[in-house]
């Protein structure tokens, strides 16, 4: 299952400043564990890039811990995040492909190596109306909708599954005591199936490759943005 993050860059830079800044960066830090020392790297990597868009690699090395025959072993690991800026309207993007809490901490890096500190990459967002919209236009195609903001005492979310959302009176109900926040639906245009929620976390359901998946979210998410 994939995952992504789509966050909005809040700073004017362009495509070839971004790039003039991340193409070879690279920070040593050492790490000094039970199996000796070693030291861990975090940089950019394999920067291509057009006039609208530039994507790379953010690799960071970690220490995990391991068992092994009877106790704890010290294990060094890389990570390697594909991430891609991509000009919108008169803004830019940034879509990082991964789980929501490293995709936030790949964006507030790439905001200090670029900008100096963070907070200029923040959290893309969609309004609850785009994402009754793309429900409403096309009913059939909605597999989940999750509502927040519920003015209902000790409830805090709401959700219509599988037959239920057939049920155009109780989604309607819904509709009146809280806003849509997550939605898994079928873009048809790709055959896929994908769940996004207001802050911009993207979950592709369906069997892609990473390519197609950014090219999924590129054609069918970020309309959606305001």
């Known amino acids: ?97 991964e789980k929501k809490g490293r995709a936030n901490y790949i964006a507030n890096k790439l905001s200090e190596i670029l900008f100096i500190k963070s907070g200029k990459i923040l959290e893309a967002r969609i309004p609850p109306e785009a994402l009754r919209a793309l429900h409403e236009k096309s009913p059939d195609a909605t597999k989940v909708i999750f509502f927040d903001d519920v003015d209902i005492p000790n409830i805090d979310k709401l959700s219509l599954y599988g037959s239920a959302l057939a049920s155009t009176g109780l989604y309607s109900s819904y509709l009146e005591h809280g806003k849509i926040w997550y939605v898994v639906f079928e873009f048809k245009k790709h055959s896929v199936v994908m769940g996004v929620t207001r802050n911009c976390v993207v979950t592709m359901f369906s069997k892609v490759e990473r390519g197609e998946f950014l090219k999924c979210i590129i054609d069918d998410i970020l309309p959606l943005i305001r």
């Open 1 to 97: 299952m994939l995952s992504s993050k789509i966050f909005e860059v809040k700073e004017d830079a362009s495509l070839t400043t971004i790039a003039g800044k991340l193409r070879g960066y690279r920070v040593e830090e050492d790490y000094g564990g039970k199996e000796g020392s070693i030291k861990l790297v975090t940089e950019v990597l394999d920067l291509k890039g057009d006039e609208d868009s530039l994507n790379g690699i953010f690799s960071k090395d970690y220490v995990v811990s391991t068992y092994f025959r009877g106790g704890a072993r010290e294990v060094p690991i890389t990570r390697e995040s594909p991430f891609l800026f991509k000009k919108r309207g008169g803004g830019m993007v940034l879509i990082v492909l």
